[in-house]
């Protein structure tokens, strides 16, 4: 299977607890996504890299969560210290860089649901 | 503050029917809107990308139009089937120096009954 994969797909916490997720993109594609989605809504942007550069964080993104994207290609988002508002899936995507504006088709991936209890 | 509203928040249907479904946004400066499907615990899949000179764009059964002016823009079905049912999401991005921030809605329910 050559989409985009997310680990893991279910995470279940305990509050103050800190939980790592992994993204690993369509090989080709340079950028990649983090979004977050709670239950009825849509989802939220998080933050984008184009290769291993984070070009794009949102306010949404507070100081407890991080992300990175060492080498251009899988990326990791960590949450520290894990509040019950964090619970929601976690969306990845990724997508090639258009040469010209941000028309590029993001695939997303299946997510990683967190429960913080 | 950048808003994208949708309309209807749910709507069902019978098989075979069309639909339209709205969104209204008060996003500034605008880049592009997009329209994707969702079924229920996946990840979204892309169906539209219009830019601001584009009007409509289709794609299959499924048909976007946009009036930048008014900044509106609905999604057509046609002839509906039951694996339309799903979470039909609007997203409009606004340039920011060269980067870009999207907006999402809280999507529009579409069920298609038998």
């Known amino acids: 299977d050559t989409g985009v994969s997310q680990n893991p797909r279910h995470k279940i916490t305990k509050r103050g607890q800190n939980v790592t997720f992994r993204c690993d993109p369509i090989s080709e594609h340079n950028r990649l996504y983090w979004y977050r989605q709670t239950l009825g809504q849509g989802p939220e942007f998080l933050t984008y890299f184009q290769n291993e550069a984070q070009l794009e964080k949102s306010r949404l993104l507070s100081d407890r969560f991080s992300a990175e994207r060492p080498k251009g290609s899988f990326s990791t988002l960590e949450i520290q210290r894990t509040e019950q508002g964090d619970s929601a899936m976690y969306l990845c995507?990724?997508?090639?860089?258009?040469?010209?504006?941000?028309?590029?088709?993001?695939?997303f991936g299946p997510g990683t649901r967190l429960t913080v209890l | 503050k950048n808003q994208v509203e949708q309309s209807p928040q749910s709507l069902i249907i019978l098989e075979g029917k069309n639909c339209t479904l709205q969104?209204?946004?008060?996003?500034?400066?605008?880049?592009?809107l997009r329209w994707y499907k969702q079924d229920t615990g996946r990840g979204p899949v892309s169906l539209t990308i219009?830019?601001?000179?584009?009007n409509t764009k289709s794609n299959g059964r499924y048909t976007a139009t946009l009036d930048a002016d008014t900044k509106q823009s609905s999604l057509h079905i046609t002839a509906s089937q039951l694996s339309d049912s799903a979470s039909y999401i609007c997203v409009v991005s606004a340039a920011s120096g060269g980067s870009y921030i999207p907006t999402f809605g809280r999507g529009t329910s579409l069920i298609v009954h038998p």
């Open positions: 219009m830019t601001f000179s584009e």
């Open positions: 995507a990724s997508s090639t860089a258009p040469r010209v504006g941000n028309t590029d088709t993001q695939y």
């Open positions: 969104c209204n946004y008060t996003v500034s400066p605008f880049s592009n």
